[in-house]
């Protein structure tokens, strides 16, 4: 492990430290207890970011993204979409509950939705939100802007695009972002392309970037996908979009 690595890594630790930061939120959908996290600003009256966490659920890379956009004055809330109980152990729970979520895509708007209201309940500003997400999450930004929720934008960071056939393109109205790695073998070129016709069928306010020799998560400094330059540049094209739709 190279020095910059190393690095990387104790400033991991030492966001995970900052965590304390982030104040848990519980909240239910019926008997389901979930617990989310929202930033230390929620007293304010400012514009909100929902984040919508990989698929092992509440991660540090969604903790360091909810630090970094209390820095940028937003009020952050992380989204917990499988509840008490139910937080993968490892790849192959993750990648069962999460196909659950995306099969059945009602209950994940649904999820979503719940987490949403939550971030409204703060002192978010409610006509100024926006929602990112991460791999799985970034499938669930997808779901947001399908499903017309009263949001201002959405960014899909390496997210996938794939909908079932039998599910119509509709209008979009939330302006769209989304970040591509170039690599992303998850991704095929026919689900791509459907994705572009959605956005366009839909009249969206879309842009897609895409990020050169960049496999799935490199975003992600804990995954080895990590690529520290398209990270970096992703997260700026990140906080430029939302500046652009927020304020």
């Not at 965590?19 to 519980?26: D, E, F, G, P, S």
């Not at 909240?27 to 230390?40: A, R």
């Not at 939100?129 to 960071?157: Q, S, W």
């Amino acid at each position: 492990m190279n020095k910059y690595r190393l690095l990387l890594l104790a400033a991991l630790i030492c966001f995970g430290a900052q965590a304390q930061n982030l104040k848990a939120v519980n909240y239910h959908d019926g008997q389901q207890k979930l617990s989310g996290l929202v930033t230390s600003n929620a007293d304010q009256q400012l514009p909100g970011v929902l984040i919508l966490p990989a698929w092992k659920g509440i991660d540090q890379e969604a903790k360091t993204a909810a630090l970094e956009l209390e820095k940028e004055g937003y009020i952050a809330f992380i989204a917990d979409i499988y509840g008490e109980g139910n937080i993968p152990s490892d790849n192959k729970e993750a990648s069962q509950i999460a196909s659950h979520y995306k099969n059945d895509y009602k209950s994940y708007q649904h999820r979503i939705a719940l987490a949403l209201a939550e971030l409204k309940k703060t002192n978010a500003l409610s006509d100024q939100i926006a929602v990112i997400g991460y791999c799985f999450g970034g499938t669930g930004t997808l779901e947001v802007a399908r499903a017309n929720m009263d949001v201002c934008g959405i960014v899909c960071i390496h997210g996938g695009y794939a909908k079932a056939p039998d599910r119509t393109n509709s209008t979009i109205h939330a302006k769209v972002l989304i970040e591509h790695a170039a690599n992303d073998k998850s991704i095929s070129k026919a689900d791509f392309d459907q994705l572009v016709q959605e956005l366009n069928d839909g009249n969206a306010d879309w842009q897609i970037i895409t990020y050169a020799n960049s496999e799935h998560t490199f975003t992600s400094l804990e995954s080895s996908d990590y690529n520290p330059v398209m990270a970096k540049r992703a997260w700026n094209h990140t906080l430029m979009f939302l500046n652009e739709v927020l304020k």
